[in-house]
């Protein structure tokens, strides 16, 4: 395995584990007051200035043109809004575990996309991972007893759009630009459409109390300042088909933070998800240093 794919296996790895405790943050939140759409419009919003003064210390150009900006703005508005929206839908008509299942199919969705739209077969491997990393997902979210076409259906559509997102990075100028730039960037238009979209409910509460705020704030800087541009920086290295792979060890980094600070039990299933999806991400591992070992035998 070279450097580039190490660096963005470590990417890909680092954020899914950082998204892991997302659920952690969220739940807190939602108890103190908070909400779905006052989270995904704080998440983005907050790291604006964050990300800034970052970029700043980092003395790196802002400048952007506006045709760059355009394609930014179809990726992040389109498709990452929309997932964050569709996802949180689905959870009113079936439950947050079958939700997660279906959403968490975007890693094949992923690759799908990526050998219809840009012609990148998927070698048997991936396969092998994709079909482990779906099973363990199955597992560690449970039985549902709950079943609505809608829901199914949003939380579907949540898993082709976040597929649509991850090869949007790959395959646009995201995917080229500075990484922390590009999510700046991406986080104004997050929070930006999420406001207009909210207007008609007026589901954003603008006047959280210290404690949910704090626990936003956190969730915003792990996730917009740190997960995304780890993400992106993954796609950009290995492919957004393989990130995608990688991303699936969001759930066993779920299971952990949950046991560790929500108080979360760990019964057989979930645990044997975890060896499944482990087993899943050590697949691509293992395949490239098989191929550099072939390399190095020529």
């Not at 704080?42 to 790291?47: D, I, K, S, V």
């Not at 003395?59 to 809004?81: C, E, N, P, T, Y």
């Not at 500075?178 to 104004?188: E, H, L, P, Q, T």
């Not at 290295?237 to 995608?244: E, P, R, S």
Request: contains cysteine; proline residues 3%; positive net charge.
């Amino acid at each position: 395995m070279n450097s580039r794919t190490r660096k963005g296996v470590f990417c890909a790895v680092a954020s899914a584990l950082v998204f892991g405790i997302t659920p952690v943050l969220a739940s807190l939140s939602f108890d103190l007051g908070s909400n779905a759409m006052t989270l995904t419009f704080y998440r983005n919003a907050m790291a604006v200035p964050v990300l800034l003064i970052m970029l700043l210390i980092r003395k790196v150009d802002l400048w952007i043109s506006l045709r760059d900006f355009a394609v930014l703005f179809v990726v992040s508005g389109l498709f990452s809004v929309s997932t964050t929206f569709l996802v949180y839908e689905s959870y009113q008509y079936i439950g947050v575990g079958l939700a997660t299942t279906l959403h968490f199919l975007y890693p094949m969705f992923t690759v799908l996309l990526g050998w219809i739209l840009f012609h990148q077969r998927p070698d048997k491997y991936k396969i092998i991972a994709l079909i482990l990393a779906t099973l363990g997902v199955v597992l560690a979210s449970g039985s549902s007893n709950s079943f609505a076409v809608t829901g199914i259906v949003l939380a579907l559509i949540s898993a082709v759009t976040y597929a649509a997102y991850m090869q949007g990075i790959e395959h646009s100028a995201i995917g080229r630009m500075d990484s922390m730039k590009s999510m700046f960037y991406m986080c104004i238009v997050n929070a930006a459409v999420t406001a207009v979209v909210d207007l008609p409910g007026g589901d954003i509460i603008y006047d959280l109390s210290l404690k949910p705020m704090l626990l936003t704030f956190v969730l915003a800087i792990a996730n917009s300042a740190f997960a995304y541009v780890l993400l992106i920086v993954g796609v950009r290295l290995i492919g957004a088909g393989d990130a995608a792979i990688f991303s699936m060890l969001e759930p066993v980094s779920g299971v952990i933070f949950g046991v560790l600070f929500l108080g979360e039990k760990l019964p057989l299933p979930k645990l044997a998800s975890c060896i499944l999806i482990l087993i899943a991400v050590a697949i691509p591992i293992i395949r490239d240093r098989s191929k550099e070992k072939k390399t190095k035998a020529y």
